[in-house]
């Protein structure tokens, strides 16, 4: 079948980090390495959230929540990019949609859910006597459960939109996955909708998701700061900053790859930021929650305890 005397693409080439096969070897026992902290540490972390009734609270919904996007985010990238160090470079036009929608889909999903993580420590910490009403149980599922769906959609309509584009070559895809900046390069067909939809995606999901969140950092810290007691004020930090910190970090992988990708950033940076928000942010996270929060470690203690106790 050919379009314009080309072929249709069924397939792409995934070119990867290095073409040095010396490398591949040390490349891959790092990802592999990532990959199992990964879904250790956020299993842990969902697994000791549901054992524990001392951790059944809004903010431990949430961050259940965000475990479970991080195990999805990693797992549809980190396999395929083994594969890819492995010397098997191609992935089959259905397999790149699928990862395409699947990567979309929690990205978006982990913007969402940060929204509704920041307003939960605004909730706590601006209005404590309100926070059980405010915060209910039925509130934070369907904030959750907006989080799930909003995204699904967003993912659905670019993927959509993508699998309506035409590829007839070139078909190689200079990264490690497939995502919609470098896709929309190797299109031979009008990406004018694709890109519209991106600006509007990017505008909500990145932009207004991160000017809410900031303004609701801004309420916390002004509220931190008119509590009298030092012991007071630490209290309440530490009980938003490990959040505050993968925010930021997050944020910043997500607005350079989506929002900066015409900036004149190099081919070689935006792999390296696409491996710090699919791939170091899922196996850190564990960390940055579990170092500086005593009840998870007290809650993650008492459940290796009790497992090694049999």
Not at 94 to 113: K, R
Not at 164 to 184: A, D, S, V
Not at 218 to 230: A, D, Q, V, W
Request: glycine letters at 4%.
């Amino acid at each position: 079948m050919a379009v314009s005397n080309q072929t249709i693409v069924t397939e792409f080439i995934l070119q990867g980090f290095s073409e040095t096969p010396s490398l591949h070897l040390a490349l891959f026992c790092i990802f592999f390495f990532f990959y199992i902290m990964a879904l250790a540490g956020n299993t842990l972390i969902v697994v000791t959230i549901r054992q524990d009734s001392g951790l059944h609270t809004p903010m431990y919904f949430f961050l259940a929540n965000l475990a479970m996007l991080d195990i999805g985010c990693t797992t549809t990238v980190l396999p395929k990019l083994l594969e890819n160090l492995a010397d098997k470079k191609s992935i089959p036009y259905a397999g790149c949609m699928t990862q395409l929608y699947f990567l979309t889909w929690f990205l978006g999903a982990e913007l969402l859910l940060f929204t509704a993580m920041a307003y939960d420590r605004y909730v706590a910490i601006c209005h404590p006597l309100h926070y059980t009403t405010m915060m209910s149980r039925m509130v934070c599922i369907l904030l959750a459960g907006s989080v799930w769906t909003i995204s699904t959609i967003n993912s659905s309509v670019h993927t959509g939109l993508m699998i309506q584009l035409t590829f007839c070559g070139p078909n190689k895809i200079n990264h490690f996955l497939c995502e919609i900046p470098t896709l929309l390069q190797l299109s031979c067909t009008s990406t004018y909708l694709n890109n519209t939809m991106v600006i509007i995606a990017d505008i909500y999901l990145a932009v207004i998701n991160f000017v809410l969140t900031m303004v609701s950092y801004g309420f916390i810290i002004s509220s931190i700061l008119k509590i009298h007691t030092t012991e007071g004020k630490k209290k309440a930090f530490s009980t938003c900053s490990s959040h505050l910190i993968v925010v930021i970090i997050y944020y910043t992988t997500v607005i350079y790859t989506y929002i900066l990708p015409g900036s004149g950033s190099s081919t070689d940076n935006v792999k390296a930021v696409a491996v710090l928000y699919t791939t170091v942010s899922p196996a850190v996270n564990p960390l940055i929650y579990t170092l500086r929060n005593k009840d998870v470690k007290g809650a993650l203690r008492k459940l290796l305890v009790r497992w090694f106790s049999f």
